[in-house]
């Protein structure tokens, strides 16, 4: 397995282009399954979860092409299977968005349970209740999800959601698009995410209003035909590096970046003492000098302070001045990189989903290892705050969410290497 050799304390300097967003291009990617034309999506990060999506598309019989401007061309029109398989679905929960689509275009839909992850069980109990309001027979068993319509075709009613659910409304949402009359999606999630799908769907056809309210209406049709889309900038991505910069005293700006995206963000780095400058479409960050100051913050639904951003917050907080309260609303055990940050010093004790972290001067390099996607940027992010050298293990997880973060973070001057465990069995770690 790679690992990312980090010697730290070195402030970050340069610009980062911001790729497009892991969380809309999967669905945009999956809402190929909607028609039998092309659908021609650009702006795509060059992401693990993105392979793993086009692989599982693919599965199906979707016909993939890649164009010289290495935009994706996908086309659902002949497809073989209406079956998402265990070994695909297990490495990436956003699997089950391939639900909604197969079932109002075809009928049927066999999709594996996606199962829990690190971060916690990770129900689709409201994707499924959804589908059987609109008609839809379910059932669970063997750890697959089988659905079917006995009446032929989804019928529109009104759903609300128990809870927030970024994919449970996605989901819902593309079945809506082609079922009979209307649906309307109460307490539906607002991410921005859901408004970039919503907008390549309206391009292929489907008629919806409200997409980043909490109300969406969708008026079923007929079919869908094609579009061309380009995927919306990545906010965590974005989040992450603004957090990098601030995390080693430097200053970064960040180039196409859609800024409203971030507002919740920036407040708390504004609390934090850093300096921001906001233009069009670019952010720039800067650490004058002075230690960070240490600022609570709760993770909420959009246009809340995200989740995704939790952990590389927690880091910020845990080398700030003073201490902070971190709670966490969204899911129930998303504290993991907790540990390894305490491994390199940080003082962080957990209560329930809060984290109460005091402040300390520096942190110190260390091997550790990563959990999840957002927890193993907020450990880089930890080596590269640290004073000397961070080993972080089982960065596959990494991979899945940031483009070529190596890359760009050592275009700002970030001393950072992969090296491969099967090339430096032991590779040393020197602390100062
Ligand atoms: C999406 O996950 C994102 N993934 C996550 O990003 C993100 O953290 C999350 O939304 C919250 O913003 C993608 O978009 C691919 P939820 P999702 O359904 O849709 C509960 C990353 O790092 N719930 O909004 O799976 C659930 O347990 C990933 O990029 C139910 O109880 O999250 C959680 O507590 C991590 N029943 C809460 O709702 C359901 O049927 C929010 O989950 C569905 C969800």
Same mark, same amino acid.
């Given at each position: 397995?790679?690992k ?14 911001? #790729? ?10 999956? @809402?190929?399954?909607?028609?039998d034309?092309?659908?021609?999506? #650009? ?14 598309l ?13 935009a ?18 297990r ?92 649906t ?47 995927? @919306? ?89 003073g ?19 305490q491994r ?88 100062s």
């Open positions: 397995m790679d990312l050799l980090i010697s730290g304390g070195i402030p970050l300097e340069g610009e980062i282009r911001i #790729s497009g967003a892991k969380n809309a291009a999967l669905p945009v990617l999956i @809402a190929s399954l909607l028609t034309q092309n659908l021609v999506v #650009s702006n795509v990060p060059h992401l693990q979860d993105v392979t793993t999506t086009l692989e599982l693919g599965h199906l019989g979707v016909r993939i092409e890649v164009d010289d401007k290495l994706i061309d996908v086309n659902a029109a002949e497809l073989t299977s209406h079956r998402a398989p265990y070994e695909l679905v490495t990436m929960r956003a699997s089950v968005l391939v639900l909604g689509p197969l079932l109002t275009r075809f009928g049927e839909a066999e999709v594996s349970l996606p199962g829990g992850c690190a971060i916690g069980s990770r129900p689709v109990d409201l994707h499924i209740q959804g589908f059987e309001m609109m008609g839809a027979q379910v059932k669970v068993e063997g750890g697959y999800i089988r659905a079917s319509i006995p009446a032929g075709r989804l019928k529109g009613c009104r759903i609300v959601f128990d809870t927030v659910t970024v994919t449970g409304t996605e989901n819902l949402m593309m079945a809506a698009v082609l079922a009979d009359g209307r309307v999606l109460e307490n539906a999630a607002r991410e921005p995410e859901v408004v970039d799908l919503a907008k390549c769907l309206v391009a292929m056809g489907a008629r919806i209003n409200g997409a980043g309210t909490s109300q969406i209406e969708i008026e079923g049709v007929a079919r869908l035909s094609g579009a061309c889309h380009r995927v @919306a900038p990545d906010r965590i991505e974005a989040g992450t590096y603004l957090a990098a910069a601030a995390a080693t005293g430097g200053q970064i700006q960040l180039n196409g970046i859609e800024t409203n995206l971030l507002d919740a963000v920036l407040v708390k780095l504004d609390a934090m003492g850093v300096s921001i400058r906001v233009d069009q479409d670019t952010i720039a960050l800067s650490v004058d000098g002075c230690r960070l100051k240490a600022v609570d913050l709760t993770t909420q639904p959009f246009p809340g302070f995200p989740t995704d951003l939790q952990a590389q917050f927690i880091l910020l907080n845990s080398i700030a001045r201490t902070a309260a971190v709670t966490e609303t969204i899911f129930e055990s998303r504290f993991m990189h907790v540990q390894e940050l390199m010093g940080a003082d962080i004790e957990l209560r329930g989903n809060t984290a109460l972290v005091r402040g300390v001067k520096n942190l110190s390099g260390a091997q550790v290892m990563a959990t999840d996607l957002r927890a193993s940027a907020c450990l880089v992010l930890a080596g590269l705050a640290a004073k000397g050298q961070t080993v972080v293990d089982r960065i596959y997880h990494i991979d899945r969410g940031y483009d070529c973060i190596e890359e760009k973070l050592a275009q700002c001057g970030a001393r950072i290497q992969r090296i491969s465990s099967s090339r430096y069995p032991h590779a040393a770690v020197h602390t």
